[in-house]
């Protein structure tokens, strides 16, 4: 099975941005749908982005669309996601999730067997 590894977060101004990066081991992304999740203090784990290697179809989230991007490079058995014009409500732990489907889903986390620790993003105003 895939093991992953998430990175990438830190402290950063509102309007600023950051790349989070989540590789794989054990196995690459082929077959695989990854999403990226986050969960605020007290909010329940949502879903904000996700990839599927199969056609690189992606869905985002509203409250991130037109400033987060989700990429793959397969080459590095890596997805990125890079968070633009980032807002105090985009704090929160992100977590990376993968598992085998040809689409991707960002409606839950039971979509996905396979996770990552979590990274830290916080957007201070």
């Known amino acids: 099975d895939v093991q992953l590894q998430a990175s990438g977060g830190g402290l950063v101004q509102t309007g600023g941005s950051l790349r989070l990066s989540c590789a794989a081991s054990g196995g690459g992304f082929g077959r695989y749908a990854i999403a990226w999740f986050r969960q605020a203090p007290g909010k329940e784990r949502e879903g904000v982005a996700c990839i599927a290697s199969t056609d690189g179809s992606t869905d985002y989230a509203d409250s991130v669309k037109g400033r987060f991007t989700v990429s793959l490079n397969n080459a590095k058995d890596t997805v990125y996601l890079q968070m633009n014009s980032l807002k105090p409500g985009d704090t929160a732990i992100y977590y990376c999730?993968?598992?085998?489907?040809?689409?991707?889903?960002?409606?839950?986390?039971?979509?996905?067997?396979?996770w990552g620790q979590g990274t830290l993003v916080t957007v201070s105003s």
């Open positions: 999730g993968a598992d085998i489907w040809d689409e991707c889903s960002i409606k839950g986390p039971y979509y996905y067997r396979h």
